[in-house]
């Protein structure tokens, strides 16, 4: 009878057209707007993925990456001191205003790099060499700097501009992800770095460390947390924390988690109404077969063979049209859209407990139909 | 032709079916007794809402009746636990309805072959036995038609050998000609009655089509939910 069922799904094209749109519509809303909403929250922590470091190490009290609570230097050498460390380097990182040739100004994010190892440089250079950061008053640029502070024509290999009024020459342009700010970065050496910024008693942002093979990270952090004080973070946890900020200080968590949570109910609604609208319509039909001698069994599989054949085309298709909109808009990475194998599932399974919920409403229908609708 | 001495196929005792509950409760069978034998067409007739629908209903296991015995084939029906009914009428009845309720999806043979996908039977081997019924009832260019693109007279064809292909004992159908000008209504109880007359199936039908009482065995006239008479109908060139 899966035949049967099939052809009564396929063969109303309008009905079966009309239950795929619902059902794509919904899917396509919940997975376009969760994945704006994770690519914002990826954003938010772009500083930390960025700079891609294992452990982060700074003031206990830190609520988010971009809320800088400067430390003592001798932080360093303090973390450096605790077992099971292999490394720790100095970072920088802090808000400065840059003037252009052209009398511009412009806020950007100062970051400074240990010079010795440039731990935290971006994997991937756009235009010069990144090792040139070491030249006098050398500095690289993100590329989402050169498109806020005038474009290529303005900002390239070898254009100079201000710092705090010291000069900067920008060696290279690196190519990293777009943080939630959107605010310039500016890379250059620590010690560079201080020079820029006005005279402050503390400037050390924070430590970047890695811990040695084979000792599980876990017990480094706890063990620098005990013997420095300090506060240490994986770069995971630290992404964490400042996404839960992001969405507990901000309406982004509030005005996404209403679209999607609209989204889902208002597309599931479609979706288990229509769905249903579907089977009521052919209820005549389906009392013929119950008279025909099809059990309710049967019935039942007809229907969920239905509601889960749609249900996982409009899946497909919600998807294929949710993702083509996330490389038409945010290829390049100028528009947030990050695509999850865990949003695609949850959506996946919300898709098939409506589906369900939607049949089983159906089917307890049918299992008190009369047959003898049909003679009426 | 039947006599009486023939094995019932169907019996029934006092059977009582009431609709609604209080003040608008409606009994609609007020204790029938009845029995139509193998080898004979029945007609069951009367004024509307007389419940001749509600009988058939009833004798095809699809009503649940509230009072009385229905017998069919030597199964007590009115007493067989839902399941086992719905079984029991796939293995045993066919049915016709007054508006055809062919799956408008299905081709002419699709729909002919459905009883026998219901049975579990191969999908191949049931289109091969439906498009073996469709050409004897003479629709063998038209298996592949969807209903919409069939005429009326056509589409009870298909309803009849949908109704027959899985062999069925006894036959039930509702106003087989309503929807049929004369002519197809003719053709259409002629195969009936050629049903009808196998020894071992019977065939009941509600008509209120008086064109079509000289196909019958035996008239049954059911008024104000009993049966006032039931009278053999004198067959042509029969004295």
């Known amino acids: 009878m899966n035949y049967v069922a099939l052809k009564m799904l396929f063969g109303d094209r309008a009905k079966y057209l009309m239950l795929l749109c619902g059902l794509t519509f919904a899917v396509m809303l919940i997975v376009q707007q969760g994945s704006i909403f994770w690519g914002l929250m990826m954003w938010s922590q772009a500083s930390i993925t960025n700079l891609n470091v294992p452990i982060w190490v700074t003031d206990p009290g830190i609520a988010q990456v971009d809320e800088v609570k400067p430390i003592a230097d001798t932080a360093v050498d303090r973390v450096r001191s605790v077992d099971g460390v292999e490394w720790a380097v100095p970072l920088y990182k802090g808000l400065l205003r840059a003037r252009l040739a052209n009398g511009e100004y412009h806020q950007i994010t100062l970051t400074g790099l240990e010079s010795a190892t440039l731990i935290g440089r971006p994997a991937e250079v756009l235009e010069g060499r990144f090792e040139d950061i070491l030249q006098p008053d050398a500095v690289v640029l993100d590329q989402w700097a050169v498109e806020r502070m005038g474009g290529p024509t303005v900002i390239k290999v070898g254009t100079i501009f201000e710092l705090n009024d010291k000069l900067a020459r920008v060696v290279a342009i690196a190519k990293t992800q777009k943080s939630f700010t959107n605010i310039p970065v500016v890379y250059t050496t620590y010690e560079r770095a201080i020079r820029y910024i006005p005279h402050e008693r503390r400037t050390l942002s924070y430590v970047l460390a890695k811990a040695k093979d084979g000792i599980p990270v876990e017990d480094v952090i706890q063990r620098i947390q005990t013997q420095t004080g300090l506060g240490a973070f994986t770069a995971e946890e630290f992404g964490w924390k400042t996404i839960l900020w992001v969405l507990k200080n901000t309406g982004i968590g509030i005005n996404f988690g209403t679209t999607i949570l609209l989204g889902f109910i208002v597309g599931m609604a479609i979706a288990g109404q229509t769905f249903y609208l579907f089977t009521v319509e052919n209820l005549r039909q389906f009392g013929a077969l119950k008279a025909m001698g099809a059990s309710t069994l049967t019935l039942a599989r007809m229907i969920l063979l239905q509601a889960f054949t749609v249900g996982l085309t409009g899946y497909g298709v919600g998807i294929g049209l949710a993702t083509v909109f996330g490389y038409l808009t945010a290829s390049g990475g100028s528009l947030p859209f990050v695509e999850t194998w865990q949003l695609l599932l949850l959506v996946l399974v919300a898709l098939l407990t409506i589906c369900i919920v939607s049949a089983t409403v159906s089917i307890v229908k049918l299992a008190r139909l009369e047959p003898g609708i049909v003679f009426r | ?239």
């Open chain 2, 1 to 239: 032709m039947t006599t009486d001495s023939q094995p019932a196929a169907v019996r029934a005792n006092s059977v009582i079916k009431a609709f609604g509950t209080g003040d608008t409760k409606v009994t609609v069978l007020k204790g029938i007794d009845l029995e139509v034998y193998l080898g004979e067409l029945l007609l069951l007739v009367g004024e509307s809402g007389g419940g001749k629908t509600t009988l058939l209903s009833a004798i095809a296991g699809i009503l649940d009746i509230d009072e009385g015995h229905i017998d069919v084939l030597g199964v007590p029906l009115s007493t067989l636990p839902p399941g086992k009914r719905t079984t029991f009428r796939g293995q045993t009845m066919g049915f016709i309805y007054q508006q055809f309720n062919l799956l408008p999806a299905l081709t002419a043979a699709e729909n002919v072959a459905v009883p026998l996908l219901i049975q579990r039977i191969r999908r191949t081997e049931a289109l091969r036995r439906a498009r073996m019924m469709l050409d004897r009832v003479g629709l063998s260019d038209r298996t592949e038609f969807v209903p919409k693109n069939l005429s009326g007279g056509q589409q009870q064809r298909v309803a009849i050998a949908r109704a027959l292909v899985n062999e069925p004992r006894l036959l039930v159908c509702d106003e087989p000609t309503a929807a049929l000008d004369g002519a197809n209504g003719q053709k259409i109880m002629e195969l009936l009655r050629e049903v009808g007359r196998s020894p071992d199936r019977c065939v009941i039908v509600v008509t209120h089509d008086s064109r079509i009482f000289h196909f019958g065995d035996r008239m049954a006239n059911l008024t104000d939910g009993r049966i006032v008479n039931i009278e053999r109908i004198q067959q042509e060139g029969t004295a």
